[in-house]
């Protein structure tokens, strides 16, 4: 695998340096990625009409008021770009701003290996990061943590519906969907909102009364008695998304 990132800064030391930092986590994974210089958010939004996609986006914040990466971001965003992205400032001025573009990490300058390194260690586990094991028709299949979006059982069988859109059915169950499920819900970011249902907070949109939206517009109902606790857990987590970015 060869990881491609974007890094968007006026400051060229800047951009080598994260560039080296890069380097340096894959080198230690026996890897290789691709680090593009941007010096501008221009360059970035015209790569992107142009057909570049990346595997993460590192953008550096200015001091003003409003800086153009958070734009720039949000623009991303609307376009459908759902790849990790980062930013890098000198103040947390802005890091409620970057939760609200779906920002992976904030970053202050001058920044540690050691904070990158677990940057890119999020970035990339659909690659790297944890995965099950599907028996499938077609075969024994591994499904990454970071790219499942939901579980739904049905007639003994599970639907793991994936953040790429795919449905990823298993074979007729021979244990219970607990068994499927336990692995996932040690993880920490998956929630069972209903006995037919596993779902992963990171790809959850919104909670209303008596159901939870997911990204991709899917709707899971909330029986009545799991209300509190599906809503505790789901502010929970927000909560600690948000911490992450100080």
């Known amino acids: 695998m060869i990881f491609h990132i974007a890094v968007c800064s006026p400051d060229a030391g800047l951009r080598s340096g994260l560039e080296r930092q890069c380097m ?10 691709i680090v593009e210089h941007l010096p501008d958010t221009d360059a970035l939004l015209r790569k ?7 595997d993460l986006y590192l953008l550096e914040l200015s001091g003003s008021a409003a800086p153009v990466g958070l734009a720039a971001a949000g623009e ?31 970053l202050l300058l ?14 990339t586990e659909p690659e790297y990061g944890p995965s099950v094991t599907v028996n499938t028709a077609e075969g024994l299949r591994a499904l990454p943590y970071a790219g499942i979006e939901y579980l739904e059982c049905t007639h003994h069988i599970v639907h793991f519906h994936l953040t ?8 007729s169950l021979r244990v219970p969907f607990s068994a499927v499920a336990q692995p996932l819900l040690a993880d920490g970011r998956f929630l069972q ?27 899971i109902s909330i029986p009545r008695g799991r209300e ?5 857990a789901f502010q929970q987590w927000v909560q600690q998304q948000k911490y992450s970015l100080k």
């Not at 992107?48 to 990346?54: A, I, T």
């Not at 790429?164 to 074979?171: A, I, Y």
């Not at 992963?200 to 991709?216: H, K, Q, T, V, W």
């Open 228 to 232: 509190g606790a599906v809503r505790d």
């Open 110 to 123: 001058p920044v540690r290996q050691r904070e990158l390194s677990a940057l890119l260690a999020r970035a």
């Open 24 to 33: 340096e986590f894959f080198a230690r994974r026996a890897d290789a990625c």
């Open 164 to 171: 790429s859109g795919e449905d990823v059915p298993t074979l």
């Open 48 to 54: 992107d009409g142009e057909g570049v996609r990346y």
């Open 193 to 219: 909102p209903h006995r037919s249902y596993v779902v992963n907070l990171a790809e959850a949109d919104l909670l209303s009364a008596g159901e939870l939206r997911m990204r991709s517009g899917a709707r």
């Open 76 to 106: 991303l965003r609307r376009r459908g770009r759902r790849a990790p992205l980062a930013f890098v400032a000198r103040t947390t001025a802005h890091a409620y701003s970057a939760y609200k573009v779906d920002a992976l990490q904030y």
